[in-house]
């Protein structure tokens, strides 16, 4: 078999929050989430450049249908910076649930990315809080290394993904979505939601056997 040729120094792939909470027995488990880690190992051997994200909430996070009495999960309030989905607890700092899965296997990884840290504000995108305001560093990061195709694979395809997604956009960034490398919630039409965003910024989509 002829080897393939690495992949150009301008590629990062972005691993967004393969996370115990959001597979199959989590807090706010992702169906299916787990089928994607085989494929995001084998996958990731093809990349230079590997960022992980991890959800990482503080106990009592304004995101959490717990911390608003006679609220339950999947409800939307709003919230200064506009609205707000209640999920249940989860991926909260130093739990199990906000372990990366025990079987992701990507030791390559130069940068874990954590998300969702403020008390106050909810974060999807991996590059923003929810105010959209409030960085996370990963601009600063990709840009003094000169990465500017970033290829998106994790959960959930429809709320954290979507988000990175156009906000790499905004920033010029060339966008993959690995897409049997992701795996959606579908939450009140979510999912067709995000797949009209991913054509409007004209995302590419791809599958990890094309990689690798």
Same mark, same amino acid.
């Given at each position: ?15 967004? +929050?393969?996370? &115990? ?7 706010? #488990?992702?169906?299916?989430? +787990?089928? %994607?880690?085989?494929?995001? &190992? ?6 230079? $450049?590997? %960022?992980?994200?991890?959800? !990482?909430?503080?106990?009592? $996070?304004?995101?959490? =249908?717990? =911390?608003?009495? *006679?609220?339950?999960?999947? @409800? ?10 209640? !999920? ?16 992701? @296997? ?9 998300? *969702? ?40 395809? +429809? ?17 993959? %979505? ?7 919630? &579908?939450?009140? *039409? ?5 797949? #009209? ?16």
């Amino acid at each position: 078999m002829t080897a393939r040729r690495p992949l150009p120094e301008r590629d990062v792939l972005i691993i967004v +929050d393969v996370q &115990n909470d959001f597979c199959p027995g989590g807090a706010l #488990a992702v169906p299916e989430g +787990d089928s %994607i880690v085989a494929p995001i &190992n084998r996958m990731a051997q093809r990349f230079a $450049h590997v %960022i992980l994200t991890q959800d !990482w909430h503080p106990a009592n $996070h304004t995101s959490f =249908a717990s =911390a608003h009495p *006679g609220r339950k999960p999947y @409800d939307t309030i709003l919230m200064p910076y506009g609205s707000q989905t209640l !999920w249940p607890d989860h991926c909260v700092q130093a739990s199990t649930g906000a372990a990366f899965h025990p079987r992701l @296997d990507v030791p390559h990884a130069a940068a874990i990315i954590r998300k *969702g840290i403020h008390p106050d504000i909810d974060s999807y995108s991996t590059f923003y809080e929810n105010d959209r305001t409030t960085p996370t560093g990963l601009v600063g990061y990709l840009g003094e290394r000169g990465l500017s195709r970033i290829f998106l694979a994790g959960l959930a395809l +429809d709320f954290c993904v979507r988000y990175s997604a156009e906000d790499a956009s905004a920033h010029g960034l060339e966008v993959v %979505i690995v897409r049997d490398c992701c795996r959606a919630i &579908n939450v009140n *039409g979510s999912l067709d939601q995000a797949e #009209a965003k991913f054509s409007e910024i004209g995302a590419r989509m791809m599958t990890s056997q094309e990689l690798v």
